[in-house]
Nanobody, 122 residues
């Protein structure tokens, strides 16, 4: 069974950088596309980035130009630069056994990491 396992995150001041990683534990073979979401208490999950199996990337307007998503066959990383207080959230990686992850809806991603907290102080 494939299970995304996250690491990274933590606390940083405004303008700082953090890196999140997500490894597909149990991966042996197959094609996965991956996405990153975040959530603050009381709000729905927000899609912020996706990366297809060929490396094609997509970003939400809220993070475009600041965040960079990358990947290996069974891993994805989210480099978060120039962080702002409004980036404070629980961050989740998600995966789907597919070539492309054009969807921005959580329901289209069957596999989820455990989440990691990011806190940006002003």
């Amino acid at each position: 069974q494939v299970l995304p396992v996250q690491s990274g995150g933590g606390s940083v001041e405004t303008g700082g950088n953090l890196r999140l990683s997500c490894v597909l534990s149990g991966y042996i073979s197959g094609t996965f596309c991956m996405g990153w979401f975040r959530q603050v208490p009381g709000k729905e999950q927000e899609w912020i980035a996706g990366i297809d199996s060929d490396g094609f990337t997509r970003y939400s307007d809220s993070v475009k130009g600041r965040f960079i998503v990358s990947r290996a066959p069974a891993e994805t990383n989210l480099q978060m630069n120039s962080l702002k207080p409004e980036d404070t959230a629980m961050y989740y990686c998600a995966a789907a056994r597919a070539f492309k992850c054009s969807s921005r809806f959580p329901r289209d991603f069957p596999l989820w990491g455990q989440g990691t907290q990011v806190l940006v102080s002003s």
